[in-house]
Nanobody
Framework: QVTLVESGGGLVQAGDSLRLSCKAS????????MGWFRQAPGQEREFVTA????????YDGEFGGGRFAISRDNAENMLYLQMTNLRVGDTAKYYC??????????????????WGQGTQVTVSS
C-alpha cells in the first residue's frame, strides 16, 4: 500500500502564493504518476495536475491558467504543488493522489488508487 500525507494548506488572501506538499511512503516503487485534485463543498472533485514518477512528464488540467506548478523529488517521494496568484475560487480541499496505472491522461480520479486525507486551502478576498 501507499500512504500519502498532505501538508501546507491554510488561510491566505487573494493574490498570495502557497506551496502544498505530499509525502508518499510504503509501496512507492509501484507508483507511476502522482497528482493533485481539489474539491469544494457541493462540487465534483476536479483534476489539477499530475506528474510522472519515471520521467517527470507533466499532465496539466484545465484549471489554474498557469498558476499551478507541480514538481516532485522522486528520491524522497515528495510531491509539491506551487500555487501563485490565488483566487477565492481556488478555495477547496486539495488531495494528493497516486496511481500504479498507465494511461494517456490522468484527469480521471478513478485511475488513482491511493489518496491522502486532503489539506484545506481557503482564499479570502
Amino acid at each position: 500500500q501507499v500512504t500519502l500525507v498532505e501538508s501546507g494548506g491554510g488561510l491566505v488572501q487573494a493574490g498570495d502564493s502557497l506551496r502544498l506538499s505530499c509525502k508518499a511512503s510504503g509501496r512507492t516503487y509501484a507508483i507511476s504518476v502522482m497528482g493533485w485534485f481539489r474539491q469544494a463543498p457541493g462540487q465534483e472533485r476536479e483534476f489539477v495536475t499530475a506528474i510522472s514518477t519515471i520521467d517527470d512528464r507533466i499532465y496539466d488540467g484545465e484549471f489554474g491558467g498557469g498558476r499551478f506548478a507541480i514538481s516532485r523529488d522522486n528520491a524522497e517521494n515528495m510531491l509539491y504543488l506551487q500555487m501563485t496568484n490565488l483566487r477565492v475560487g481556488d478555495t477547496a480541499k486539495y488531495y494528493c493522489a497516486a496511481t500504479t496505472y498507465y494511461a494517456e491522461t490522468y484527469s480521471d480520479e478513478q485511475l488513482f488508487d491511493n489518496w491522502g486525507q486532503g489539506t484545506q486551502v481557503t482564499v479570502s478576498s
